[in-house]
């Protein structure tokens, strides 16, 4: 455990730590794996994916948690946040490896310091139908839609068939619509925008991608066209009106697992009824109470209609 303390002391020192949101890094990771660890079932067989995983906030806190993934992987970006992890983390947790994907983000760019890293193309040939659950925590809040859509394709690659992606965001639906253009939302997001946002609403324009929401029937399309389906939702309190635990949303996908001969389906009944009685049941004896219609009337003297 004193590793684990010594790898969070490691991000407290970091100015990356900021790059990816701030605050005690610690707290953040134990939130989220909070999360994640209710809405997915992860095992020692698990093979992992942290989609984005910045300095390791998430991989660090789900290995305090007690998971031990057979295979646990983060993929990010960010040359620095990738060198910091290999040297910070890798060599003390058993099993967890990092890679650098060759991408672009405007939100990012100011630290993508060098071209290196792999393509998604080598990386989605390497990981093909590869792991049992991802997750991706504060990534989807700062990417574009055409982004949104294609790494939504990427991550579906390397899941196995019936594989997990619990992924954060931002949803627009009635609920959170509604509480942003009455000024009740968690964040000071403008009412004007929200009302001239057709299926995107962006906070501000200098850096758009710093808070960035989808409608909700956007995102189930784009999970779908890439091979998922949405099949948990767990909503977040940044919408206001005292919902959820987390801040943002968190999305459970399934990736479409592989078909089954109608033949080799087990079929269950789809209401399993007790056979019914031969013989007609044998009437109840009642306790005989001598006491009983006394007591009744005494305990309606008290009664009183409901107003
Ligand atoms: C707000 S940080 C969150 C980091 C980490 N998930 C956490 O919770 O600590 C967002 C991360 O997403 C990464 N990111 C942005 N665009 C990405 C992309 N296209 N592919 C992979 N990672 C990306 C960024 O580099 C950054 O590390």
């Not at 701030?22 to 794996?33: F, Q």
């Not at 790494?151 to 954060?168: A, D, E, K, N």
Request: hydrophobic share 40%; glycine share 8%; with cysteine.
């Amino acid at each position: 455990m004193s590793e684990l303390s010594h790898i969070f002391d490691q991000m407290r020192a970091s100015p990356m730590n900021d790059w990816v949101g701030g605050s005690d890094p610690e707290l953040v990771g134990d939130a989220s794996i909070g999360i994640l660890t209710r809405l997915l079932p992860l095992h020692n067989q698990s093979r992992i994916l942290d989609f984005g995983c910045g300095i390791g906030r998430g991989l660090v806190s789900l290995w305090k948690a007690g998971v031990r993934p057979e295979q646990l992987i983060g993929m990010d970006i960010m040359p620095p946040v990738i060198d910091f992890c290999d040297q910070q983390i890798a060599p003390y947790l058993p099993g967890t490896k990092f890679e650098l994907i060759t991408g672009a983000n405007h939100h990012y760019d100011a630290f993508i310091d060098r071209q290196a890293g792999k393509s998604q193309s080598a990386l989605s040939e390497q990981y093909r139908d590869n792991f049992t659950d991802a997750y991706a925590f504060s990534v989807f809040t700062h990417v574009t839609q055409a982004d949104f859509q294609s790494l939504l394709h990427f991550v579906s690659s390397m899941l196995r068939p019936g594989g997990r992606f619990m992924f954060t965001c931002f949803e627009l639906n009635d609920f959170s619509r509604h509480m942003v253009l009455s000024g009740q939302a968690l964040f000071p997001l403008d009412p004007e925008r929200m009302r001239r946002a057709g299926d995107v609403l962006t906070g501000n324009d200098a850096d758009p991608l710093a808070f960035i929401a989808f409608d909700r029937a956007l995102i189930q399309k784009m999970v779908w066209n890439a091979g998922m389906a949405i099949t948990k939702v767990d909503y977040g309190c940044w919408m206001g009106g005292g919902l959820g635990g987390g801040l943002q949303d968190a999305i459970v996908c399934t990736k479409l697992p592989l078909l089954q001969a109608v033949d080799q389906i087990q079929h269950t009944a789809l209401v399993a009824r007790d056979a019914p009685a031969t013989e007609p049941a044998a009437p109840i004896d009642l306790p005989q109470d001598s006491e009983a219609p006394s007591r009744f009337r005494k305990m309606m003297q008290h009664w009183r209609p409901r107003k």
